[in-house]
T-cell receptor, first 112, second 113 residues
Framework: QQQVKQSPQSLIVQKGGISIINCAYE??????FPWYQQFPGKGPALLIA?????SEKKEGRFTISFNKSAKQFSLHIMDSQPGDSATYFC???????????FGDGTTLTVKP | EAQVTQNPRYLITVTGKKLTVTCSQN?????MSWYRQDPGLGLRQIYY???????DKGDVPEGYKVSRKEKRNFPLILESPSPNQTSLYFC????????????FGPGTRLLVL
């Protein structure tokens, strides 16, 4: 059972544009929602994360929007740059149980 | 430098030949976890450990074993590897309850013939 659905699978954005990646989850026990950035040949790196008691979190050009009632959250990358080209994963964590479930990933390409 | 190390980074083996992938962290993290990454499937959790001598199954534990005898080390053991375990494996660690401290290792690419 797919517990975290991520879309789109791939995304092409012009430099300076806004990249938006969406995730939907099913497990209401999730209490931590991170986004990871992964470059080819590297491990995922934590980019930004949110807990369900807030609806939005912003760190520089990266923003997470969280809708608890809809069980959806999204990553917005403002002023996208070619260096942002990478694969992005969302995840849901049940931190008390130690369990995590990842989305399938989105390959972002930012064209110069 | 804070880091999670994995060894080996690349491994080609044959069906049935026992192997161990090591994972070590230098941050005194309580929580450690193993994932496998397959194309189009994201990362799937294999096993995790909340502290020394405490381990539990993730979503895809079949065919794998782990141990946590020391806080810094969390080896992944494939006692009888099969071709469907060909994958990219990542180890991760964090402070317990402080998920924002999480680090991933560089990955181990395994090919089982």
């Amino acid at each position: 059972q797919q517990q975290v659905k991520q879309s789109p699978q791939s995304l092409i954005v012009q430099k300076g544009g806004i990249s938006i990646i969406n995730c939907a989850y099913e497990n209401t026990a999730f209490d931590y929602f991170p986004w990871y950035q992964q470059f080819p040949g590297k491990g995922p790196a934590l980019l930004i994360a949110i807990r369900p008691d807030v609806s939005e979190k912003k760190e520089g050009r990266f923003t997470i929007s969280f809708n608890k009632s809809a069980k959806q959250f999204s990553l917005h990358i403002m002023d996208s740059q070619p260096g942002d080209s990478a694969t992005y994963f969302c995840a849901g964590y049940n931190t008390n149980a130690g369990k995590s479930t990842f989305g399938d990933g989105t390959t972002l390409t930012v064209k110069p | 430098e804070a880091q999670v190390t994995q060894n080996p980074r690349y491994l080609i083996t044959v069906t049935g030949k026992k192997l161990t992938v090591t994972c070590s962290q230098n941050m005194n993290h309580e929580y450690m976890s193993w994932y496998r990454q397959d194309p189009g499937l994201g990362l799937r959790q294999i096993y995790y450990s909340m502290n020394v001598e405490v381990t539990d199954k993730g979503d895809v534990p079949e065919g794998y074993k782990v141990s946590r005898k020391e806080k810094r080390n969390f080896p992944l053991i494939l006692e009888s590897p099969s071709p469907n375990q060909t994958s990219l494996y990542f180890c991760a660690s964090s402070l317990w309850g402080r998920e924002e401290t999480q680090y991933f290792g560089p990955g181990t690419r395994l090919l089982v013939l």
